[in-house]
């Protein structure tokens, strides 16, 4: 079982409409938490890190949540356009002495006209 | 800010040829490397950690001998696919950390196709 989950795994919305993306995990101990959107055929490019202090953050039109305690994030995206097609991918990182970062499996958005 | 190329972004060779993908930092020396590959509507696997100036840490089920990856500067880390098959067609990214533990940049991947 993946330790970082996300959902949906794909999402259809219409352009101008909000949409939040869960990212679940089990990772321990915890670093930080970094959510990346990645274009089809290009490499994942940050939106968001956050450390364990650390309950929300926004980057324009996207917002990060994280709730440590229950181990879950949000990327809320607020009016949504057609160049938010991308996956959006959760990224944790793990602090054991040495940083190891455990990818979730991506959300894949389609924003439709 | 932090800029990662990589190139080429997309190779395609035949069968049992071997693909030199290069990592380069532009503006800030990465000791370390991640390299990644990508299979369609999958997340990214992490294949090899690179450190410059010693031996490439893989991760299990990689072969080293086929995946071949240098770091002999603070700025150039390269990955060779050696004698390529089509099974290791895919789309690989390199990643340097920036920023202490909170940053990552990304290159922006080599899509390659082994016919």
């Known amino acids: 079982k993946n330790q970082v989950e996300q959902s949906p795994q794909s999402l259809i919305i219409l352009e101008g409409k909000n949409c939040t993306l869960q990212?679940?995990?089990?990772?321990?101990?915890?670093?930080?938490l970094r959510w990346y959107k990645q274009d089809t055929g290009r490499g994942p490019v940050s939106l968001t890190i956050?450390?364990?202090?650390?309950n929300t953050k926004s980057n324009g039109r996207y917002t990060a949540t994280l709730d440590a305690d229950t181990k879950q994030s949000s990327l809320h995206i607020t009016a949504s356009q057609l160049s938010d097609s991308a996956s959006y991918i959760c990224?944790?990182?793990?602090?054991?002495?040495?940083?190891?970062?455990?990818f979730g499996a991506g959300t894949r958005l389609f924003v439709k006209a | 800010g932090a800029v990662v190329s990589q190139h080429p972004s997309w190779v395609i060779c035949k069968s049992g040829t071997s693909v030199k993908i290069e990592c380069r930092s532009l503006?800030?020396?990465?000791?370390?490397m991640f390299w990644y590959r990508q299979f369609p509507k999958q997340s990214l696997m992490l294949m090899a950690t690179?450190?410059?100036?010693?031996?490439?840490?893989?991760e299990q089920g990689v072969e080293k001998d086929k995946f071949l990856i240098n770091h002999a500067s603070l700025t150039l880390s390269t990955l060779t696919v050696t004698s390529a098959h089509p099974e290791d067609s895919s789309f690989y990214i390199c990643s340097a950390p920036t920023g202490g533990n909170y940053g990552y940049t990304f290159g922006s991947g080599t899509r390659l196709t082994v016919v």
């Open positions: 956050m450390t364990f202090s650390e």
């Open positions: 990224v944790v990182i793990r602090n054991t002495g040495g940083f190891k970062t455990i």
């Open positions: 503006d800030f020396q990465a000791t370390t």
């Open positions: 690179s450190n410059e100036g010693s031996k490439a840490t893989y």
């Open positions: 990212c679940n995990y089990t990772v321990s101990p915890f670093s930080n």
